[in-house]
């Protein structure tokens, strides 16, 4: 992302040079469209400008279109000094110029490659699907989730760790949750990823898209109890697994007044814009 | 026993008036940070060499949070970041004034308001021409690192790889039981056990003392107390914002304010990395690089690391 920035910028510059010499040839003209009268032959004819061309900018709209800030980058309700935040961003933005990190959310399938002493060829690669993204700052990790040899391996990745070679997204999508945990519970078919997958072609306008799936679940007990509002889990079909009576059980667990708790209301949104135009700014000076 | 004579009722003063009080002492703080930063109105005093078995000030900084860190050999560690803020030294104690063996240095931390201290506060502060500070501490120096009053301190006048001792107030837990406070393993939770989970149990031998001993570990006021931390390694100085980053934890709660000082332990000794003596001024060495980084740290503009 960082890379593909860059090269755009210049891009972008680079038009903007081209669109700025051609409207300097045309500041000295005059726009207005004079029709050569026939009587006047002493003068010549007036220049009439040719129309203006249309720059349609595709790939700057490609860069903007889709504006995601990594969750990470947005700071937790603290009372800390902004100061800590503002360091860490930054050491988080050079590490970024360095490992490209792409945009993935919890659902989508990834590659990761790290260096490991221990390993064959020192470079241990491992495919799995996000099932979770967590941590605040540089201590950022993501949890890759497969199955190999019939045998569930979850690993937790720290983002920053300088260990990290390569991250790719094999295939880009977005789950009903963002914690997918009940993976654990649900048939190993929903976490199997073939080691040798091809990068899914993705193109980079448009809305990333949304999987739907309702994941069927293994017979009870499940490590959590998935069913609790707490979990507020979209991505289970309840229906297969239990009967309506115990779906009403599980709702006395609800807690509906803490939407309307106004102290535990935490609006990021300025916060978002401002840290993303940072962002931006600093990846691609 | 004694009476508070000057209080600050802000009822006293209209608005506007109010608001010039903020404005001016703002301005003031400001002028006087600056005065002490030009070193040719005040004549600094006589700098002398670093000679075995000396030992210099240490700072007042401002506990920021923690944030993860890497060696290059791929190791995790965390660390504490701490910020030097208007860190000034504000009365020097020769020898003879101060306990006949060593001369300390009082040094005053983090700026606050004038108006909620006492008068007998502020006279030593105007005294050092130096804004009031929330925190002051003294630090015992051997005589060639006596500092002259007024005089800022930087947090580049610690190193990377330089080992330090932090002291702070432990966050404050309140009045708590003997499990907490000390660590007693208190009783079961069931097979028959009658209103007694958490208790301390025996307090003492038997009919031979026949009492409790004094200092007998009971149930109390945990916390708030000053704690030390010591041999913390110093991996990185960032001099642009005043940070120290220090291996591990501190004592303390987000935005203390605590004290720094080279470390007591004989095997950490600073020798090799001759730090600034007395301490760092910037007229010296001014041009010291934003972030200076310990050798076996790893540094984010550098590629990714490929262990071999």
């Known amino acids: 992302m960082a890379a593909c920035s860059r090269r755009l910028d210049k891009f972008i510059v680079s038009l903007r040079l081209l669109r700025n ?35 349609i900018d595709k790939t700057q709209a490609v860069a903007t279109l889709r504006k995601f800030l990594s969750p990470e980058f947005i700071p937790p309700r603290q009372r800390t000094n902004p100061l800590k935040f503002s360091m860490e961003r930054k050491d988080m933005i050079r590490r970024r110029k360095i490992l490209n990190v792409p945009e993935f959310y919890p659902g989508s399938i990834l590659a990761v490659s790290m260096a490991d ?13 996000c099932i979770q993204r967590g941590g605040k700052g540089l201590g950022a990790t993501f949890v890759l989730r497969n199955i190999i040899n019939q045998q569930g391996v ?15 997204v094999l295939k880009l999508e977005k ?80 807690q509906p007044w803490q939407e309307y708790d106004m102290l535990k209301e935490y609006d990021t949104s300025k916060l978002e814009q401002q840290i993303l135009s940072e962002v931006q700014q600093e990846m691609s000076k | 026993n004694c009476i508070k004579t000057t209080t600050w009722f802000e009822e006293h003063l209209t608005e506007d008036n109010q608001e010039y009080m903020r404005k001016t002492m703002a ?28 030992r210099r000030v240490g700072l007042v900084a401002v506990k920021l949070g923690m944030a993860p860190i890497w060696t290059k050999t791929g190791e995790k560690h965390a660390v504490t970041m701490l910020q030097v803020q208007d860190c000034h030294v504000i ?91 000390w660590g007693f393993k208190g009783q079961p939770a069931s097979h028959g056990q009658t209103k007694t989970h958490r208790r301390p149990g025996a307090s003492g031998p038997g009919g031979d003392p026949a009492k409790v001993f004094k200092g007998k570990k009971m149930p109390g006021r945990m916390g708030n107390i000053y704690v030390t931390a010591f041999g913390l390694k110093i991996w990185r100085v ?71």
């Open chain 1, 21 to 55: 010499l051609q409207l300097q040839n045309e500041r000295f003209l005059s726009t207005s469209v004079c029709r050569w009268a026939p009587g006047n032959d002493s003068e010549p004819p007036k220049f009439i400008p040719p129309s203006k061309p249309v720059i």
């Open chain 1, 117 to 129: 002493p221990n390993a064959t060829g020192k470079i241990n690669r491992f495919v799995g699907i």
């Open chain 1, 154 to 168: 979850e690993i937790c990745y720290e983002l920053y760790n300088p260990r990290i070679q390569k991250i790719e």
């Open chain 1, 175 to 254: 789950r009903l949750d963002d914690n997918l945990m009940y993976l654990r519970d649900a048939l190993p078919e929903y976490s199997t990823v073939d080691p040798d997958m091809k990068p899914v072609p993705f193109p980079p306008t448009g809305e990333v898209p949304l999987n739907e799936l309702k994941v069927k679940m293994r017979p009870k007990p499940w490590s959590k109890r998935w069913e609790r509002p707490k979990f507020n889990i979209q991505g289970i079909h309840f229906d297969l697994c239990l009967v309506p009576k115990q779906m009403e059980h599980a709702q006395k667990w609800a």
């Open chain 2, 27 to 54: 301005e003031e703080y400001r002028r006087q940070t600056a005065e002490k930063l030009n070193p040719l109105k005040d004549e600094p005093w006589q700098r002398h060499e670093w000679t075995e078995g000396s």
């Open chain 2, 91 to 181: 009365k020097c104690l020769p020898r003879e004034e101060y306990d006949g063996h060593t001369a300390a240095l009082v040094v005053g931390g983090k700026n606050v308001s004038p108006f909620h201290r006492s008068e007998h506060y502020m006279e030593m502060f105007r005294n050092a021409g130096v804004p009031p500070k929330q925190k002051i501490t003294t630090f015992k120096v051997s005589d060639n690192a006596i500092i002259k009053p007024g005089t800022p301190l930087y947090a580049a006048h610690f190193r990377p790889g330089q080992y330090v001792d932090v002291t702070a107030k432990s966050i404050g837990k309140g009045f708590q039981g003997v499990m907490k406070r």
């Open chain 2, 238 to 308: 960032n001099t642009k914002y005043n940070v120290l980053y220090v291996n591990g934890s501190v004592p303390g709660h987000r935005n203390c304010v605590l004290k720094i000082r080279d470390t007591v332990l004989p095997t950490r000794g600073s020798t090799l990395l001759s730090p600034p003596f007395p301490t760092y001024f910037t007229e010296d060495e001014g041009d010291l690089a934003e972030d200076l980084y310990d050798d076996d740290l790893f540094i984010h503009t550098e590629p990714s690391l490929t262990l071999t």
